[in-house]
């Protein structure tokens, strides 16, 4: 193994494509995550189709280009849709993260396929994360737009909390977060909630291991949570860049682990804590086939 500690932006990626080139390299992967089209205005377009077309360009045709666990929402019928579809071609695979959005692009695409997130990778999984009871509930969440909807569905969260004496914490796993969860903590201290200061980062993540339940409506920190193993559960805004948690869920669960924040009652929580065993020995066997 060689490390060669740089970044792949800027005036960096003529270095890198030499290193690729010349020294026996035959695959490169993109980094995992969302896809931003080509879109209007039309400068920042121009720009970023430069970059983008660089590697397809320079990178020798031998080496094979792939990107995985990433999701791709466009319009096909847009005047760059024909831009579009030539550049994300030129990758050999493209592995996609949700079900519902690879049987759109299948359509599109000749280079389409099934691949999860990336996080199912964590090197620290045990399956036996799913086997403790802890009494303890997370939040985590980014910015809402309707923030009021949002504390009424965690009002309806904590009264259950003081009902079957369970305990909440408010955390972040983004720091950009940091202000909202404050916020929540703040305008919810008649339920007695902690916030917990510190960011969870990488070395922290086992910090999940403390909760039952997870609800947040960032993507990493339910699927982190999950392989600490608590139950994750999205509670999420008709947002697009939300809403692909319900499409990963739908492609991962073999039940329902999303609510819209307007649809989430005293009806939501019962059914999961009544079943939690059951609950948590099925998302560990989703895991499992997901790693595979």
Known sequence: EHEYGIYFRSINIFKIIQILNRQGFTHFCDSPGPRVPLRWPLHRMLIKLARLSIPNFFLSKKIIRIS?????YFNHHNIFSRLNKWNFNQNDVLGIRSKPNLAILQNVFRNVCYTPDMA???PKYKSCFFESKRNRIAL??????NYDNLIKAIQVLGEFAENHQLEIDILFQVDE?????KKLYQDLEQYHIHFIEKPIDFYSLCTYQKY???ISNRLHVLLMATMNGAIPLGLISHNRMENKIKDIFDSIFERQLVSYIEDFNEHTLP???????IIKKEICACVETQRN
């Open 271 to 277: 059914p999961i804590f009544n079943n939690i065993d």
């Open 177 to 181: 977060d940091e202000y909202v969860c």
């Open 212 to 214: 039952d339940v997870v």
């Open 140 to 145: 985590s969440f980014k910015f809402v737009k």
């Open 68 to 72: 995985l666990g990433v999701d791709l």
């Open 120 to 122: 199912f990778l964590y």
